[in-house]
């Protein structure tokens, strides 16, 4: 860990579900009301900041955003003081908030919190309060490694803001979940998250009204309603935030995941109706929202638009819109600016799929000598699951093919190994041979030309490991991700999904570098890279990494690397032996082979340096398939696999 962290956290964007958070907490007192719903996304406007120990807690500034605007702030880490300064008010209340949480609940420093840039607007229903708790609560939990999952991190923002006099909901600190759009479940006291994937780029906009509204008086009076509904108006909101709300968010997702933006925007407009209808009179004052009604009734931005609605709170605060492309995203700021609005633009895109591949086999096999003097030990022969007798190399191949990759590098020794690909996977059989296979097999050898027309090859002249074997691949990935798989290694899925998709799969929600993991035995561990997190998901399939150990002791495990459970057990997760390649990982080997050692050991450089950089920066996850892995790299592991594969 080193001495200085960086740490950006976007504002939030709730697009769909506002005050469903609090709405579903009611059901602790009545079971009957629904459980709230929201799509809320991370925008490009944050907070930039540097975070490292110190004895006190300290908030400097050296943003050219702020300078005008900030006097800096020191406190001592004493829960005493941090409470007063939180329930005093102003900016520093909600880190002072967060600091006498995490004081009084963690065994920890202090923190010195220097903010670089924030382009972030404060007061414009973007929960900038919440940026900035999010951002102390994950810095206290990067720098003390309190082994806090992103949910934690939540709570430990809302807990913290919650001892100032803001009474914000609990998807505010949605956040925390950077730039990616999820759909936050509110059950009582139970938070859910979902992870969405975007199939098209959808051009938003939005834009402080300039305008005034109270929130206070917007949640008071929507408050009264709950939790039992009695006339006919508190009814309204319940089944607005309820029912309605539901099948709003469920047409969402379907509309987001499927590219179907116009239909998103009339979702947008409806939305806006549905409130104006049934939660506006409750709360007649605020929620008349002229403002806000005038800019959404503009010919000229429903021209430019699919459609638009309210924010956060609503009443006459925000408004954002679904612009119908980059063109119009800018006409639309443009034109609002000219109204004497503030504007944003941001643009919520894809997660591109993976189509590319890396297998390194530079190896000589020598654990497979003498059978590895004739046959490259990724050509050994194995009986596949239908049956047939493959190469394992194929078998690696076909499950890629399979599973839509389009681009496959071989990370070979030199030339002849190439040549050895290319006499398999390229040329075809002799006449006489083809005709003397049945028609289901000469399909098979179709299929094998199929995957030899979509491999490429690079050279690792030297061999100094399997880091270095993988950074040959840096040119053919460009700046792209791809999936790595250990070339004397193969998979069986459990599912009709091959593991590479669903690891594949997995990316396109985290978009974060990704490590498949499997459970193994705690004797075990010295034979293995072993990571330690914290869960993210109640089914324990996706693992925050706090560290990365290669080949640890047993006894060094088992008093730092155990992964704790629901059920409260210790467990120990290995490498699985596929991974997720950003170009985040090829810049970190690059500075390994660079830099003088590196983290070379034994002439070589590994791969586990570069994924353990990138804890810190950009975060990386294990994520535990649902299959068996088989290594084939000595005759012992060939053996098993051949009984057992």
């Known amino acids: ?374 046959i490259k030990k990724e050509f050994m022969p194995i009986i596949d699951k239908d049956g047939l007798v493959k190469p394992v190399i194929l078998i690696l191949l076909e499950q890629l093919y399979d599973s839509g990759i389009d681009e496959i590098c071989l990370i070979v020794g030199d030339s002849s190994d190439i040549d050895a690909y290319k006499r398999y996977f390229s040329a075809p059989l002799l006449d006489e041979h083809l005709s003397k296979l049945p028609t289901i097999m000469k399909d098979y050898e179709n299929k094998i030309m199929d995957i030899g027309k979509i491999l490429t090859f690079r050279i690792q002249n030297e061999k100094k490991g399997f880091g270095h074997a993988v950074f040959q691949s840096r040119d053919f990935c460009a700046d792209e991700a791809a999936i790595l798989l250990l070339g004397d290694t193969i998979y069986h899925s459990n599912s009709a999904k091959t593991c590479s998709m669903q690891l594949i799969e997995a990316y396109e929600q985290y978009d974060i570098p990704l490590v498949s993991i499997h459970k193994i035995p705690a004797e075990q561990v010295v034979n293995y890279g072993i990571l330690h997190g914290t869960w993210e998901d109640k089914k324990e399939t996706m693992l925050k990494v706090s560290c990365f150990s290669e080949k640890p002791s047993t006894t060094y495990a088992e008093d730092f690397l155990g992964v704790t459970g629901k059920d409260k057990e210790k467990s120990y997760y290995a490498v699985f032996g596929q991974y997720i390649l950003t170009p985040d990982v090829f810049n970190e080997l690059e500075l390994s082979l660079a830099s003088e050692g590196g983290n070379e050991k034994n002439g070589e450089y590994g791969l586990t340096g570069a994924y353990s950089a990138l804890i810190e920066k950009t975060g990386i996850a294990g994520v535990v398939l649902d299959g068996q892995m088989y290594d084939m790299g000595n005759v012992y592991a060939y053996r098993n696999a051949m009984q057992n594969f």
């Open 1 to 374: 860990m080193s001495d200085k962290i960086s740490i950006f956290v976007p504002g939030r964007l709730c697009l769909f579900g506002e005050h469903s958070d609090w709405a579903g907490l009611q059901r602790v007192i009545n079971s009957e009301i629904i459980p709230g719903l929201a799509i809320v996304t991370g925008i490009e406007q944050g907070i930039y900041a540097t975070v490292e120990k110190s004895e006190k807690f300290i908030m400097l500034n050296e943003s050219e955003e702020l300078k005008n605007n900030w006097v800096n702030f020191e406190c001592p880490m004493q829960a005493a003081e941090l409470r007063k300064t939180a329930a005093e008010g102003g900016y520093f209340s909600y880190v002072a908030g967060v600091a006498s949480y995490v004081n009084e609940n963690y065994h920890v420093g202090g923190l010195k919190v220097t903010v670089t840039k924030m382009d972030l607007p404060i007061k414009s229903g973007l929960s900038s309060s919440a940026a900035i708790c999010v951002l102390v609560a994950r810095a206290f939990n990067l720098i003390y490694r309190l082994n806090l999952n992103t949910i934690g991190e939540m709570t430990v923002a809302f807990k913290g803001e919650q001892r100032t006099m803001s009474r914000c909901g609990r998807l505010d600190q949605a956040c925390a979940f950077g730039t990616n759009p999820v759909c936050m479940t509110f059950d009582g006291d139970e938070i859910s998250v979902e992870r969405l994937v975007i199939k098209e780029p959808l051009y938003w906009v939005f834009a402080n009204l300039a305008a005034s509204k109270d929130t206070v008086k917007i949640l008071s009076d929507l408050n009264k309603c709950y939790p039992f509904a009695y006339s006919e108006t508190e009814k309204n909101v319940h089944e607005a935030l309820g029912i309605n709300n539901r099948s709003i968010i469920e047409r969402a997702k379907d509309f987001m995941r499927n590219g179907q933006a116009e239909d998103l925007g009339r979702l947008m407009t409806g939305a806006q109706e549905i409130f104006d209808t049934k939660v506006a009179p409750a709360s007649p004052e605020e929620l008349k929202a002229p403002k806000l009604h005038s800019v959404l009734n503009d010919e000229t931005v429903k021209e430019l638009t699919f459609g638009g609605k309210g924010v956060g709170s609503q009443g006459d605060g925000s408004v954002q819109f679904l612009a119908k492309d980059t063109e119009t995203q800018q006409k639309l700021v443009s034109y609002l600016e000219n109204m004497g609005l503030i504007a944003y633009p941001f643009t919520i895109k894809p997660r591109h799929r993976v189509h590319k591949a890396v297998i390194p086999v530079a190896g000589f096999g020598t654990r497979l000598y003498p059978a590895t003097r004739s």
